[in-house]
Structures are given as C-alpha cells and as structure tokens.
C-alpha cells in the first residue's frame, strides 16, 4: 500500500509537467502554411482591393443598365461554369465580367398582382420606379390587362426618357425584338405587352387611343425619342405590303418614317451595315436585323448576318457618347430567357456569356469614375444546378458521382442542370429516356424538367444586382425592384 502510494506521487511529479506540455501542445496543433495556399492567397488580394475601395459618390454622367432577362443566380453560377469550360479553363473558379462588379444587392421582383413577375412589370419597375401588373409597361398598377380605357392617364415617365429631357441622350439595345417588353421599358406606355404592331391592336384599343410600340419607339416626341434602337422585330415596323414580311396594317414604313426624322438618322439591317455606320455622323440609330427575335450566336455563324450584343452595345455607346451631357443605355440580353423558356440550358448559358462580353465592352468603352454599370434580372428562372461531378467535368454533361454516373431511385440518369417546368418534362407521365452523355452535352439538347408545359415557368427568387461607378454603393442589401429606379434617377440628377 504505501510502495504504491510512493510510486502513484513519483508518477504525478514525474508526468505533470508533461501532462501540462501536452496540453498546450493541444489547443493549438501545427497547421500548413496558409500562405502558400490559393485560396488563402486570392483572399487576401481581394481584402486588400476591398480595403481601398471608397464609394463614389459624385453624379453619373452616363448610366448603362444591363437586363439579363431571366438571370437568376443559378443562371449566373452554371453560365459563369459553361463559359470558363467553354475556353478550356476551369469554370467553377472562371469569372464573368461583371462577377468583377465591387458592389452587389438582391432585388424582389414580384409585380402588383403576381408573386412571379413577367418582363413586363419586371423593366417597368426598374426603369420607372413603380411597379404595375404583370403584362403592363411603362403605366402604374390602376390598368386592367389588355384594356386601353384608363391606360393613358396611368402613364409614368422612365428614367430614360426622364434623361432625355434634361438633355441626355437615350438608347435600347436586345437579342429580342426592340418591342419586346424588356426594351419596351426604356419607351414604351402600354397596358399590353402584346401591342407590338398596329394589327396586334384590339378594337377596344383603337378605340381608347392606345397605339402599338413599334410606333411609340418610332413617332415619340423629340424630347423624349431613344436616340438609339438596335434590335429585331422588322416586320412590324413595315407594312403587311411589304416583301419583308410586313405586318402592319396601317400601310406605315416606319423605318423610313425614322430616317425622315432627321438628317442624321439611320436604318440598318445588318451586322456589315451596323459596323459601317459612322457613330460620328449618326445621331439618331434604329438596326433590325431579325423578322422577332435575333438568332443564338450558337446558330448566327451558318445562318445569318446579325450583330453580337457586344457589337450592338459598343456602336450604341459610340453614337450616344458624343452628347456631352451624358446618356442612359439599356443592353437587354434577352435569349438567356427565351432559351430557359425552352428547357434549352446551352443556347440560355451561351447568352449569360454574351451578356458577360457586352459588359466587358462597355466597361472598356467608358471610365469608372462618371458611368455606372449596372447589371440586373428581371426575374429568375425554374433552373436546376445539382450534381456530384467533378468540376472537369462538364456542366452540360451527364450528372456523375465518383466516376459513375448518378442514378435516380428508378435507375434513371440525368444531367447536371434540369429544370422545374418546360417542354423537357415528362409528356402524359413517361419519363424521357436518360441521353447519352453526347446527347447531353449538345447545344441542342432540351434538358429535364420536373412538370412538363410547353415553355417553362419564370422563378420568383430574389435576382442579384451587380454595379460600379457612381452610387454604385446605394445598390446593397435586398431592395425593391423599383428601387434601382431611384438609386439611377439620384445618379443622373434628373429626379422629376
Ligand atoms: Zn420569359
């Protein structure tokens, strides 16, 4: 007994201070050098860049506002992925252009009587500061849709037009047609989006004096007209007479009502005739270069002779710049939503890329210090970003897992991106064969979808707000879609 207690005390004096040792050695174990970690690395280039970043708070000169329609982040994170793959680099750590934009935000989309926007409402609260009905641009939520009678007292003013009138210049750019809804957010007042040409006009529409927006663009008053307008949607600016394949019925060319308007005022229809426009001798711009909506630059090589949004974008900054006095732009890339709306993931993220470019373009063209960039949604989509693979493999491809392809509880494969709704779900309840992974990886492809429609459902998740230069800091945090009216308005000094 007492051997052992002798024995037990040796032992305590022996390991304490050890014990002690051991213990200290224990809260803090060794780790790797941090510093040689890329990571590691990168964040402390990107702190040291945040550190000297002060927020400009002088006026804008100029304001360009890019709409990558249906652009939610899942769009943004899969096209950032396809573009960098797409250049043989790794996507996953890839940035787009405007990924580089030093202050971001979230904006609710919702309209006045929809939780889910469309277009319509989703410029008009951005461009005019007011949200409205679904369907409705330019006008406040008191229309009826489809009904012209008490439109025209509901009109509200965009800060593009609002820019005109203090003497800036003005100008729209899309892949869609010029009257789609989007571009229609720059100039056009109307309770129906659908009002593109004269004949899409109801009777009830005449009646009430509501007149189509392909002539709105055109017969605006001067002190409110876009000074540039480049997009597709020809037919509905020529008479149903015309070989074109007009389809008014007013008999109206509006395109030579264009031109007429000023000696210094152009029509182009080509990617050649746009590129030869001399922006110093052209005030006054209108390029349709589609019948609707303008081709995916996937199909343009073979087919057509359009120009790319950054070409559109650069010619468009070229003729407005000249104005001393400043100028708004709207750059829609309108395809990341008319592809999404067909379930067509390739064609959709080939237009976050070329929304990426076009940014890319304006920003080289103008200086930080006097023009804020902002780049936006007007809502989300029902895109699906969720797989196993590694991030070699591709984002279009076959969804995998350790080498294998990843099987559902029935043993079907799938890709990597799927939808919600669209065409690619499963017509009366039959499951679409899983494809090949060549299939899946094709720009035609038509991906999944979990309930099938014809063209797939907007999503109504908060869409980011990317922006740089003047007040670009008042874009933070999560605000209102109508908003971003409010912070380009205060930057131009031309509030009503
Ligand atoms: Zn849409």
């Not at 100029?62 to 943004?76: A, K, W």
């Not at 609260?125 to 439109?151: F, P």
């Not at 040409?197 to 009830?204: C, I, V």
């Not at 876009?226 to 509006?254: E, H, I, S, Y």
Request: proline share 5%; charged share 20%; glycine share 10%.
């Amino acid at each position: 007994m007492r051997s052992f207690a002798l024995l037990s005390t040796v032992a305590m004096l022996a390991f304490l201070p050890l014990t002690v040792e051991a213990q200290s050695a224990d809260k803090v174990p060794p780790t790797v050098d941090a510093k040689t970690n890329i990571y590691f690395y990168q964040g402390e280039q990107a702190l040291s860049e945040a550190l000297k970043r002060t927020p400009n708070t002088g006026r804008a000169r100029n304001i360009i506002l890019f709409i990558g329609d249906g652009m939610g982040i899942n769009s943004v994170t899969a096209g950032r992925i396809f573009a960098g793959q797409q250049r043989g680099l790794d996507g996953a750590s890839y940035d787009l252009s405007f990924d580089k934009l030093p202050y971001t935000g979230f904006s609710k989309t919702y309209s006045t009587d929809k939780l889910v926007t469309d277009s319509a409402n989703g410029i008009s609260a951005i461009t005019t500061g007011i949200k409205t009905i679904n369907g409705a641009i330019g006008v406040d939520g008191t229309v009826v849709g489809k009904k012209c009678r008490g439109s025209l007292k509901a009109r509200v003013q965009s800060v593009a037009e609002l820019a005109k009138l203090k003497g800036l210049s003005a100008g729209v750019v899309t892949t869609a047609g010029i009257t789609d809804a989007t571009p229609a957010g720059a100039y056009g007042h109307t309770p129906y989006r659908n009002w593109r040409a004269d004949s899409d006009l109801t009777a009830e529409a005449v009646e009430n004096g509501c007149i189509d927006l392909a002539r709105q663009l055109v017969e605006a008053p001067a002190a409110i007209r876009m000074d540039v307008a480049l997009g597709g949607d020809l037919t509905k600016f020529l008479p149903d007479t015309d070989p074109r394949k007009g389809t008014r019925v007013d008999g109206r060319d509006l395109t030579k009502e264009w031109q007429g308007q000023s000696p210094s005022a152009q029509f182009v229809s080509s990617a050649a005739d746009l590129k030869a426009v001399d922006a110093t001798k052209t005030d006054h711009l209108l390029g349709l270069f589609a019948d609707g909506d303008l081709p995916s630059p996937v199909d343009t090589a073979q087919h057509y002779d359009v120009p790319g949004l950054d070409d559109m974008t650069a010619k468009a900054i070229d003729v407005l710049a000249k104005n001393p006095k400043g100028y708004f732009l709207l750059v829609e890339s309108a395809s990341i939503d008319k592809w999404h709306h067909q379930n067509n993931a390739y064609r959709a993220m080939t237009d976050v890329d070329e929304l990426s470019k076009a940014v890319q373009v304006a920003m080289q063209k103008t200086n930080a210090a006097d023009t804020l960039i902002i780049v936006t949604a007007d809502h989300s989509h029902g895109l699906v970003f969720s797989a196993g693979s590694t991030r070699e493999e591709p984002i279009m491809g076959l969804a995998r897992n350790h080498g294998k392809d990843e099987l559902d509880g029935n043993g079907h494969g799938r890709t990597t991106l799927s939808y919600a709704t669209g065409p690619g779900g499963p017509k009366d309840g039959v499951a679409r064969p899983t494809p090949t992974e060549d299939e899946a990886v094709s720009p035609d492809y038509t991906q999944s979808a979990q309930t099938y429609v014809d063209s797939a459902q907007h999503a109504g998740e908060d869409v980011p707000i990317y922006a740089s230069g003047p007040q670009a800091h008042l874009l933070t945090g999560t605000v209102e879609s109508s908003y971003i009216y409010q912070v380009m308005a205060y930057a131009l000094g031309v509030q009503p």
